[in-house]
């Protein structure tokens, strides 16, 4: 092979070499999403997404769930009165407290970070998805997470959805309580991941049993935001659900 020959190719392999680290570069800019960049895409943006064994939501079937470990029952201390943005950030209609309320498990702290809303629920019960979730994100000091996940069903209006829908980019005085349902007091509760990229694990999970209702006329209103935010069931593997 002659010098000319060789630096061609050597300078074609540095080319496809180089559209190949651009294609890299791309994907990292590229954002998860529910569509193109699916849930089945997620392993893309976290390993963990594709290879968690611990991962969320799943499938919640009552007849095989066992007693709760009463370490794990859950204390709820939400009622505040805090301001909190109402926003759009791509992916949910998600509001941020300033001053949010917590839970206490094992006598651990998790305060309110967050809570947002998925146009259906991400966790199942017997196969059953319900019309609309509020996952409300907690963390403890040590960064470990929470989360409540309070399920709807539609029936009456519900005011504190209203609140929210009309105040979509703005900021308004809220009482996270008025999330919650009637009776806090009865529970799933197992293992799991955060629903979206990187689908980080440890995360503890409690699906309140009782729910909260909206109106037809409000899931509407909400689903122009978002339907199809939904992550599909992942497998339950080794892992244990604790009902109360
Ligand atoms: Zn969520």
Redesign the pocket.
């Known amino acids: 092979m002659n010098k000319s020959i060789i630096s061609a190719v050597a300078l074609i392999f540095l080319m496809s070499g180089c559209s190949l680290l651009d294609h890299k570069q791309a994907d990292h800019e590229a954002h998860w999403d529910y569509k193109e960049h699916g849930p089945e895409h997620w392993g893309d943006f976290s390993g963990t997404c594709d290879s968690g064994k611990a991962q969320s939501p799943i499938n919640i079937i009552p007849t095989q769930s066992v007693h709760l470990d009463s370490s794990y029952e859950i204390t709820f201390d939400e009622d505040v009165h805090t301001d909190a943005k109402i926003f759009d950030n791509g992916h949910?209609i998600k509001v941020v407290p300033q001053k949010g309320g917590k839970i206490t498990l094992h006598g651990k702290d998790y305060k309110l970070i967050q809570f947002?809303f998925?146009g259906k629920s991400?966790h199942t019960i017997d196969g059953r998805q319900y019309d609309m979730v509020a996952?409300m994100v907690h963390q403890a000091e040590d960064k470990t997470l929470a989360v409540v996940a309070v399920m709807f069903e539609v029936g009456e209006k519900n005011q504190f959805i209203k609140s929210i829908i009309n105040n979509v980019g703005k900021e308004i005085n809220i009482d996270p309580q008025d999330l919650l349902p009637k009776d806090v007091s009865h529970y799933y509760h197992y293992v799991g991941s955060l629903?979206?990229p990187p689908c980080s694990e440890n995360v503890q999970w409690y699906i309140l049993k009782d729910t909260d209702s909206i109106s037809s006329e409000q899931l509407k209103t909400f689903r122009k935001f978002y339907i199809d935010n939904e992550r599909p069931v992942q497998p339950l593997n080794s892992r244990h659900i604790e009902s109360k």
């Open positions: 949910s947002h998925h991400e996952h629903t979206t």
